[in-house]
């Protein structure tokens, strides 16, 4: 009877469960887009609805591209300044004359631009096999360079021909042309995803080594996936230059996180194999339709990134809800547990003795086998680890040579290590984080909220910074152990929990501060991170002491192991008697607490806490990291490494800092040393 | 639409505003102008003070019962501004106030807001559609005045270094394009270093610290930054110069900077150092953050038909150590009779910014900048 009445509704159901992700999000953008218009004073037109399609339709080409990048297990930070690329050039090389410029013929050399930046990217992440996310996060840097290059402030022209064109109607009165547009994109995508390469495109995300061994060329699909997204990038590019008019050389730089957040509220699975851009683009303007419900609720400008945190969250749960979640599942393992308990079979419960069966000794004693070399057992740490310090030596020695007054200067290495302190503590709370396989993005607020609070508290009086330090430090606890039960209980992918705490910090920061933060660090703190004992800076001999206790920590505790084991394989780590969970919210309260450090110790640098003190640290947090020799998905990598990546990041750009190079040139030079030290990174050919 | 499913969407609608906002319902005030302020970021002292003052004015007894003011950030994200303007119109505004994330991102959407009868005003930085109005003060004048000061006061002779702003954008290269023409004419100017401090007296920090590891104090005889003074001065002191050594800084107007250029000595209740008199020597200069609160006052001119000029250039507020003076309480009448630095007890970050004082806005002080309280 009920294998009847179930049979009909299965194809449905498959359907939908294949597609939750995309369900999900087009309920919510449904139920947002009525919220909007039953509060606002009249109903929505089309030309409301056309506005809305233009309004987002940049993020939503942009965030397909990305979609298709992470489908194949990839990540490309270097999307929004693509899109600030083809935006300057456009700008800068229309004919400001002509008002009827070809617009295929412009489409088509954004796409070309993007399109030449993935095969850039493709090169060296599919045919050199380095991380793509440190890779994008160098062109990142070079394409932001080359952009203020073309165009160093904003201005030029853009052909009001391809604003008719991009901005008019495909029907009038029923299709505004960017639904259109991304319809045609999705389209495109549709026939694509049931050719070969978008087999492969899945197969690889999901799992590389099998794909390349049923025969699908990984090298050439993970290539093309780079081009394909930055042909999308591209053409978001050439919207945004219809849509504005006119050329800015920072309009696609902010667009970057928002972009991860629309794929991952359209269900698609961070890491690969999962989802789809469609799902994606409406994610995208999920995102933007907010601007719209906080304008007609009229929610304070203070609660906006608590709102949007908030609606990032639900829409990533409500994606999630089934039988088989997270949730559900720690639920079930939660009441398995109790009754566990109560039947008094839970292994805690149990004896505790030992009950090894005694063996008798035998008599033959082996020959201990002779100790391997320091070389022969330290060999994977040093060959990741040692290319970070090779390319800080020579960063040394250029200084030396261009700058002077660098190897034999103490000044200059107290500031070095002063300034290195930042990235050196975030680097032990971030590393670990990344080597169970995860990635904080709360590191910005928690920074910030954590010097807010200090400077707040102390204002000026030591005496007041004995029990305030303590506090903040909890209280960054605390916010690590959100992060690590919405991860561990909740379920959520770590980028979207920590991205969510992340607004979620701001918010408190600027409630707290009330928009201007006040009070200041107190003598102390300023004369540990600014005086001097003999011609150090106290902070110096803290490092030493912190890099000690870094390196014990992840190389010589059971936690250490825990988190390598996690790293490697977190089903085996599982079965082999790691508690996952407990240890994950550890890691995630040790990033914090690092971030909280650094927060405090910025106060004491700066004298004061301003908002948006952090922002600087978090993708330098994450590439020190990876260019220290540790694998983004987790399980490889050595703090020394991570330090290593810290010099040599702070030792460039202390010799970047004092030549007098334009900015431009300073950002392609920074970009382009650290794709060289990752090069010497790559895995080898197995 | 059935009756039941209209009451359904009103109790999920009502359910939403009254858990979420309690102020909804305000919107409709009769007889008032409805005004929408689209700021920046306000992870930013500057934007925080400037929004303070654009809502002091909205309250101040003279636009009290004429002014329905609602604030709406954008964050950094010109394509979000962009969405939000159109929000606005779409909402019925009939004036919109603008921090302009870009100079000319907005210029379709703010043109089409133009079309619709809606007033744009734009403050501190510019629009470049022509139908917006901009107040604003002449930024290539702000970089061309410091510089010629810092040259005077080194004898067109010397080593300096340059802090910047945020690269890329319209105000940072018209300041620092307008200051390097001036040193280009003294050829015994040098610029030795040059770093882009993004605004931020934090920034300013560890870029100066990067500066200085490979350069001593002592080689360098001037200092030109858009922000990062006070910061600069304080770095010197730790280094042990005492407050006689310090070297000639042309830069922002926050009010630790103020303080510090105070003659040594000067009585200040809970100057704590750095933040204290030390008579250091400066050019202090700023984008004045009340040109929001004047953005709305000349909006509601506008809005009462009186004639408004599509473009204000506010004076440029300059401060040398000649004319620095102390202010008791910050009152505007106080500001006016010509003080324009304020007690640390009062004000109690050094960041903050303390060009507020304009004849054309009785209607704001310093309560104005600090809390959102219109003067009396």
Redesign the interface.
């Known amino acids: 009877m009920s294998m009847a009445a179930a049979a009909p509704s299965s194809p449905v159901r498959r359907l939908l469960a294949t597609h939750r992700g995309v369900a999900v999000a087009a309920a919510v953008f449904l139920i947002l887009i009525?919220?909007v218009d039953?509060?606002?004073?009249g109903p929505l037109t089309y030309f409301?609805i056309s506005?809305?399609a233009s309004?987002?339709a940049?993020?939503a080409l942009a965030a397909i591209g990305q979609t298709i990048v992470i489908l194949s297990g990839g990540f490309d930070l270097s999307a929004g300044a693509v899109i600030s690329l083809v935006n300057a050039v456009l700008a800068r090389s229309m004919d400001p004359m002509n008002m009827e410029a070809n617009v295929l013929l412009w489409t088509l050399v954004g796409m070309g631009i993007g399109m030449t930046t993935g095969a850039v990217n493709g090169f060296f992440i599919a045919v050199l096999r380095l991380q793509p996310i440190v890779v994008t996060l160098s062109t990142m840097f070079i394409i932001q360079g080359v952009?203020?290059l073309v165009m160093?402030?904003?201005?030029?022209f853009v052909s009001p021909s391809l604003?008719t064109f991009y901005?008019g109607d495909a029907i009038p009165g029923w299709l505004p042309m960017p639904i259109a547009l991304i319809g045609v994109v999705l389209l495109a995508w549709a026939w694509l995803k049931n050719t070969r390469l978008g087999t492969a495109i899945y197969a690889v995300g999901s799992d590389a080594d099998a794909a390349a061994a049923v025969g699908v060329s990984t090298v050439l699909t993970r290539f093309l996936v780079y081009v394909i997204a930055g042909g999308c990038y591209g053409l978001a590019g050439v919207f945004?230059s219809a849509?504005?008019?006119?050329?800015?050389?920072?309009?696609g730089n902010?667009?970057l996180l928002?972009m991860f957040a629309a794929v991952v509220v359209g269900g698609t699975r961070l890491g690969g194999g999962r989802g789809g851009p469609l799902g994606s683009a409406i994610g995208a303007y999920v995102l933007?339709i907010v601007?719209?419900i906080?304008?007609?609720?009229?929610?304070?400008?203070?609660y906006?990134t608590i709102?949007e945190a908030t609606i990032l969250i639900l829409a990533v749960l409500a994606g999630s809800i089934s039988r088989t979640s997270t949730l559900a599942q720690q639920l079930r393992v939660l009441g398995t547990r109790l009754g566990a308990r109560r039947a008094g079979t839970l292994v805690s419960q149990l004896r505790q003795d030992d009950q090894r069966l005694a063996i008798a000794k035998t008599r033959k004693t082996v020959e201990a086998a002779a100790k391997p070399s320091f070389l022969t057992r330290n060999a994977e740490i040093l060959r990741y680890a040692l290319p970070a310090y090779v390319c800080f030596i020579i960063v040394i020695l250029v200084?030396q040579a261009w700058?002077?007054?660098?190897i034999l200067?103490p000044?200059?290495w107290n500031?070095?290590i002063?300034?290195s302190s930042f990235l050196a503590i975030l680097a032990l709370g971030q590393g670990t984080v990344i080597l169970t396989g995860g990635l904080d993005l709360s590191v910005p607020w928690t920074i910030?909220l954590c010097g807010i609070l200090l400077a707040g508290m102390v204002?000026?009086s030591d005496v007041a910074l004995i029990y305030a330090l303590p506090l903040v430090l909890l209280l960054a606890c605390f916010i690590g152990l959100i992060n690590g039960l919405g991860i561990v209980f909740l379920g959520l992918s770590p980028i979207v929990m920590t991205l969510a705490t992340n607004g979620l910090l701001?918010g408190a920061a600027?409630l707290y501060s009330?928009?201007?933060?006040?009070?200041?660090s107190s003598p102390m703190l300023r004369w540990f991170m600014?005086?001097k004992i003999w011609i150090f800076t106290p902070v110096v001999l803290f490092m030493v002491l912190f890099v000690i206790f870094a390196v014990t920590l992840l190389g010589r505790t059971a936690f250490g192991r825990r988190v390598y084991g996690i790293g490697n394989g977190i089903r085996a780590a599982e079965l082999s008697g790691i508690a996952v969970g407990r240890t994950l919210v550890f890691v995630y309260m040790l990033s914090a607490l690092c971030s909280g450090l650094v927060g405090v110790l910025?106060t004491g640098?700066?004298?004061?806490a301003?908002?948006?003190?952090g922002?600087?640290y978090l993708l330098p947090s994450i590439a020190v990291v990876v260019v220290g020799g540790a694998l983004i998905t987790g399980g490889r990598g050595h703090y020394l490494g991570m330090l290593g990546g810290v010099l040599l990041l702070t030792g460039l750009?202390?010799?970047l800092?004092?030549?007098?190079l334009p900015?431009?040139t300073r950002a392609i030079l920074f970009g382009l040393v650290v794709l060289g030290a990752v090069v010497a990174l790559r895995d080898r050919r197995n | 639409m059935t009756l039941s499913s209209r009451l359904k969407?009103?109790a999920?609608?009502t359910a939403?505003?009254a858990g979420?906002?309690a102020?909804?319902g305000s919107?409709q005030a009769a007889g008032k102008h409805k005004i929408?302020l689209s700021?920046s970021?306000?992870?930013?002292?500057w934007?925080?003070?400037a929004?303070?003052m654009v809502k002091a004015m909205a309250a101040h007894k003279s636009l009290a019962d004429k002014v329905d003011l609602?604030?709406?950030?954008a964050?950094?994200?010109?394509?979000?501004q962009?969405?939000?303007i159109?929000?606005?119109v779409?909402?019925?505004a009939e004036a919109i106030v603008i921090f302009p994330i870009?100079?000319?991102?907005?210029?379709?959407v703010v043109k089409n807001a133009c079309d619709k009868g809606v007033k744009v005003f734009a403050y501190d930085a510019e629009i470049?559609e022509p139908c917006a109005y901009n107040i604003s003060i002449d930024q290539e004048e702000a970089g061309r005045v410091t510089a010629e000061w810092l040259v005077k006061k080194l004898d067109g002779k010397g080593d300096i270094v340059l802090v910047?702003g945020?690269?890329?954008?319209?105000v940072?290269?018209?300041r620092t394009k307008a200051a390097k023409e001036v040193f280009a004419k003294h050829p015994d100017i040098k610029?030795?270093?040059?770093?882009?401090g993004m605004w931020?007296?934090?920034?300013a920090?560890?870029?100066l610290?990067?500066?200085?590891?490979?350069?001593?104090w002592d080689t360098i005889s001037g200092l030109w930054m858009q922000a990062g003074c006070y910061?600069a001065n304080?770095?010197q002191l730790?280094a042990g110069k005492t407050a006689e050594q310090l070297l000639p800084c042309a830069g922002e107007g926050s009010n630790g900077g103020r303080i510090q250029m105070l003659p040594a000595g000067t009585e200040v209740e809970s100057a704590?150092a750095?933040?204290a008199p030390i008579g250091a020597p400066r050019i202090s200069y700023a984008s004045p953050p009340y040109s929001g609160g004047l953005a709305l006052k000349l909006a509601v001119q506008a809005l009462e038909g009186k004639d408004v000029p599509k473009k204000t250039v506010l004076p440029l507020p300059v401060v040398t150590n000649d004319t620095v003076k102390l202010c008791k309480e910050g009152t505007w009448q106080e500001m006016k009779d010509g003080c324009n630095a304020f007690l640390p007890s009062l004000v109690?970050?050094?960041?903050?910014f303390a060009s507020i004082f304009s004849p054309e806005t009785p209607e704001i002080g310093l309560n104005a900048a600090?809390?959102g309280q219109p003067e009396n």
């Open positions: 009525a919220v039953l509060i606002s004073a409301d506005f809305l309004g987002g940049t993020s952009t203020l160093d402030k904003p201005g030029g604003g901005l945004i849509q504005t008019g006119s050329g800015d050389p920072l309009v902010p667009l928002s933007m601007v719209n906080l304008l007609v609720l009229n929610v304070s400008a203070y906006s709102a200084t700058l002077g007054g660098a200067n000044g200059y500031s070095l002063v300034l910030g204002k000026g701001q600027l009330n928009g201007t933060p006040d009070g200041f600014t005086g910025l640098f700066s004298g004061q301003s908002l948006g003190m922002d600087d750009q202390t010799f800092a004092g030549t007098t900015y431009a | 969407k009103l999920l609608c939403l505003a979420l906002v102020t909804a919107a929408f700021m970021f306000i992870g930013n002292d934007q925080a003070e929004a303070n609602q604030v709406q950030v964050g950094p994200n010109a394509q979000r962009i969405q939000q159109n929000a606005m779409q909402a019925g870009s100079p000319t991102a907005l210029n379709q470049t910047t945020v690269p890329g954008t319209s940072d290269n018209l610029i030795v270093g040059e770093a882009v931020s007296q934090a920034v920090r560890t870029e610290s990067k500066i200085t590891a490979t350069r001593n910061t304080a770095m730790e704590a750095p933040y109690s970050n050094p960041g903050w600090l809390v």
